[in-house]
């Protein structure tokens, strides 16, 4: 924490600027990165306003695919079906869950974090898992200019028969992780099961093709609110997503004429910051869980906090009743 202001001995303004790094600076290590409290090295006294004025916020801060939690609802699963009466007497039901993470539509130097890559392997990874489907069929999703999901599924053991084809269903509604289904973010605006049909492009493949008939919805929210108990703006400021990388500088540490200053219910004394985000729409992403473990989303603030300078400065009498105790 270091001075910014004053600048010269009639200043009544003194300036400070607080930088926070969550891996650093929380008070409770492994615990949410949208809920947390921070400690300053000193206590600030007469304070009368706050700003938030850098960020650096990682793309995962607003992940695609999140899980249920106290106050969210999740869309982070696909449960689906095959059916190939060659394969098995009857049809097989996979669930599958996206990892918490924001994924680009398709990124082929990062298959990580590649929309189209994740779901082709989670899908085949579960299909693999299962002893009676193994190393029989395979599905493909192939970008799209329109970026919609494009599943092909194919048949991939040459011992089946040459006209059999394996029948693939996104069950949205009807499965049993249908509370939590991704139909919306994967293109499916309406909730209901969709099934593949043969195409006059793959009719002589045997393949099955799929496909969405909107956009994949990978942004989950546009915004992001930044709150600080200590600070009487609510929020104290709303950081707006514009990019892909989610990591954004709003201006130089000169900028301090954007502060809002509290005459009638200033800070007045400040020991901790007590931070929370949230999504648009006033949505609450509470503690993202995996196995028990919060999933931790690492970021960094620079606050200024403005505060009265008292030695020898004679404060303005207004300013004075304001911060009576």
Do not use: C
Request: cysteine-free.
């Amino acid at each position: 924490m270091s001075y910014i202001l004053p600048k010269s001995l009639n200043s009544r303004l003194k300036i400070y600027k607080v930088s926070v790094s969550t891996p650093e600076d929380k008070i409770v290590q492994n615990t949410s990165d949208f809920d947390y409290e921070v400690t300053l090295p000193y206590q600030i006294t007469d304070v009368i306003g706050m700003a938030l004025v850098e960020w650096s916020f990682p793309k995962d801060i607003i992940p695609s695919f999140y899980p249920t939690t106290t106050t969210l609802t999740g869309n982070k699963s696909l449960d689906f079906r095959l059916e190939n009466i060659h394969i098995a007497n009857g049809p097989q039901d996979f669930s599958v869950e996206f990892p918490t993470k924001y994924l680009s539509y398709d990124n082929p130097s990062d298959s990580a974090s590649s929309y189209i890559e994740v779901l082709a392997q989670l899908m085949n990874d579960a299909i693999s898992a299962d002893p009676g489907w193994k190393d029989l069929v395979r599905i493909s999703v192939v970008p799209s200019a329109l970026r919609a999901t494009i599943l092909i599924v194919s048949n991939i053991d040459i011992t089946l028969p040459a006209n059999t084809f394996t029948q693939l269903t996104l069950l949205f509604n009807s499965g049993p992780n249908s509370d939590t289904s991704a139909h919306l973010e994967m293109g499916w605006p309406v909730k209901a099961d969709y099934t593949s049909s043969s195409t006059l492009f793959y009719l002589n493949t045997g393949a099955q093709a799929l496909e969405s008939p909107a956009p994949v919805q990978l942004r989950s929210a546009k915004y992001i609110d930044v709150f600080v108990k200590e600070s009487s703006q609510k929020p104290l400021q709303r950081v707006f997503v514009r990019d892909d990388n989610y990591i954004t500088n709003i201006f130089s540490t000169t900028g301090v004429n954007r502060f809002s200053i509290d005459i009638d219910n200033p800070p007045r004394i400040i020991k901790k910051l007590h931070i929370s985000l949230r999504y648009q729409g006033a949505g609450n992403p509470g503690a993202f869980i995996l196995n028990n473990t919060p999933i931790l989303i690492p970021h960094s603030f620079t606050f200024h906090i403005i505060s009265l300078v008292s030695e020898e400065n004679k404060n303005p009498t207004y300013v004075k009743q304001s911060l009576t105790y």
